[in-house]
Nanobody, 124 residues
Framework: QLQASGGGLVQPGGSLRLSCAAS????????IAWFRQAPGKEREGVSC????????YYPDSVKGRFSMTRDYASNTVYLEMSSLRPEDTAVYYC???????????????????WGRGTQVTVSS
């Protein structure tokens, strides 16, 4: 299972850290990704960290502002978000998949284990 947390209300330009806690499996053996979905919009992949120390991937919309890290001791993956914009407002979900060994725009389409989302609202 995956449990996402850490969402909330933040002002434009602010920062927020989301957590994705894994249970029942060792998250290092899985690629983990964050997705978001805003009302009326399609789901968008915003970051990915590959399994076993593999690569990270960020689309242009968040590159330089979002960063993923793993905490092996707590089996948790974090998404650090900075310079937040109103258009970052969405429900954020984390997902995992053992089959994915590298993060690319294409492999973002194949994640199968999903957690519940956490709301992020960027507003003044």
């Amino acid at each position: 299972q995956l449990q996402a947390s850490g969402g909330g209300l933040v002002q434009p330009g602010g920062s927020l850290r989301l957590s994705c806690a894994a249970s029942g499996f060792t998250s290092d053996y899985y690629s983990i990704a964050w997705f978001r979905q805003a009302p009326g919009k399609e789901r968008e992949g915003v970051s990915c960290i590959a399994s076993r120390g593999g690569n990270t991937y960020y689309p242009d919309s968040v590159k330089g502002r979002f960063s993923m890290t793993r905490d092996y001791a707590s089996n948790t993956v974090y998404l650090e978000m900075s310079s937040l914009r109103p258009e970052d407002t969405a429900v954020y979900y984390c997902a995992a998949d053992e089959r994915i060994v590298a993060c690319t725009d294409a492999t973002m389409n194949f994640f199968e284990i999903w957690g519940r989302g956490t709301q992020v609202t960027v507003s003044s």
